[in-house]
């Protein structure tokens, strides 16, 4: 069973089937997209495509699209010292080794100012272990407010919801980047390890990360298979994973995962998760996003995360009598699944 939030005087009552039914349909709508380290179709390309709509390259302004496209191309296909060369060039390296970096850093010097290259700065520095590297671009893509509030406010929630010194697998560029950015320049709990899984994919730096934070694992084993092991392999320590993580995992392993705020908690044993999860909420989650209308679709996917913690704290709230918490956040509730097209399926699971 997924554990809402289960203790010895509260208990779940619907079945573990139903609850992972839920947690699955209403996680459709989990924001990240993957991050692999290897892989030509990488989520540094496409956060690159998602900016280049909005920033230009200065050499197409006054092109039309089509003679746009094919400008791109033949420069791509001819001038190894364009941009498009170089970060393309990167961006198909079957493997992120200094080798392929330096087409990372050629393209840097010829367009510096271009927002998509930090998210691939942060992450080859972060698979190399140069913090100070991560740093410098996380300071920059913090810089460039191009992830919204929304999401840097989300991510902070996230932080907020773990215990101190623990271990967070993420799943993707909207979940890893902004944590990242809050840890290196808003000085915001430094003490959690957050552990990309589509980095893994990268040998050198899982050895280097499983080895710094001591972490069993078989090196045969890759994706849900991995992950699914190593919760398994060390559940004595403090492994959570986010709810926007691959559903497959959650399926993996919803047995023994226990809700705490907006992230998994992997347990074998029974584990009190009811006043982590409301501790965080009335005293560190920040809320000024949640009060707040989605302009966006990306902001409204951001929302749908809290739903899930949201509909088991507002019937907790309900069984203990706090009924005027109990309104308050169901009207809220109620808010983002109209948002999200969800109002009938949502109110459903309230008390």
Do not use: C
């Amino acid at each position: 069973m997924v554990n809402g939030f289960s203790n010895a005087y509260y208990i779940l009552t619907f079945m573990n089937n139903y609850i992972l039914s839920i947690l699955l349909f209403l996680s459709s709508f989990a924001i990240g997209q993957n991050i692999p380290s290897n892989s030509q179709n990488s989520p540094a390309q496409n956060s690159a495509v998602e900016i280049e709509e909005k920033i230009n390259l200065e050499s197409d302004k006054s092109n039309s699209k089509k003679a746009k496209k094919a400008n791109r191309k033949d420069e791509a296909n001819l001038n190894q010292n364009s941009f498009e060369y170089n970060y393309n060039a990167y961006l198909a390296s079957s493997i992120k080794n200094q080798k392929s970096f330096e087409f990372l850093q050629k393209a840097y010097e010829i367009y510096p100012e271009n927002v998509a290259l930090y998210d691939d700065f942060m992450a080859y520095y972060e698979m190399n272990g140069n913090e100070t590297g991560r740093r410098q671009f996380s300071t920059k893509l913090a810089k460039s407010n191009t992830i919204s509030n929304y999401l840097m406010e989300y991510n902070f929630n996230v932080l907020a919801s773990l215990p101190k010194n623990s271990i967070l697998f993420t799943n993707g560029f909207d979940d890893t980047y902004p944590i990242w950015i809050a840890q290196d320049v808003k000085n915001v709990r430094k003490d959690i390890t957050v552990i990309n899984i589509s980095l893994l994919d990268d040998k050198s730096y899982r050895k280097r990360i499983f080895e710094k934070e001591n972490i069993k694992y078989n090196k045969s084993l890759s994706g849900v298979e991995l992950i699914a092991d190593i919760m398994k392999s060390n559940s004595h320590k403090e492994l959570y994973i986010g709810l926007t993580i691959d559903k497959k995992i959650i399926e993996a392993l919803h047995k023994n995962l226990y809700l705490v705020g907006l992230v998994f908690k992997y347990s074998e044993k029974p584990f009190s998760n009811i006043k982590q999860t409301t501790d965080a909420w009335e005293n560190s989650f920040k809320k000024a996003s949640l009060n707040s209308a989605p302009s966006s679709f990306k902001q409204k996917q951001v929302m749908a995360n809290y739903l899930i913690p949201f509909i088991y704290m507002h019937n907790r709230y309900v069984e203990i009598g706090e009924i005027e918490k109990a309104k308050e956040l169901k009207k809220l509730t109620l808010k983002i699944a109209k948002y999200n097209g969800k109002l009938n399926v949502v109110n459903s699971k309230l008390k």
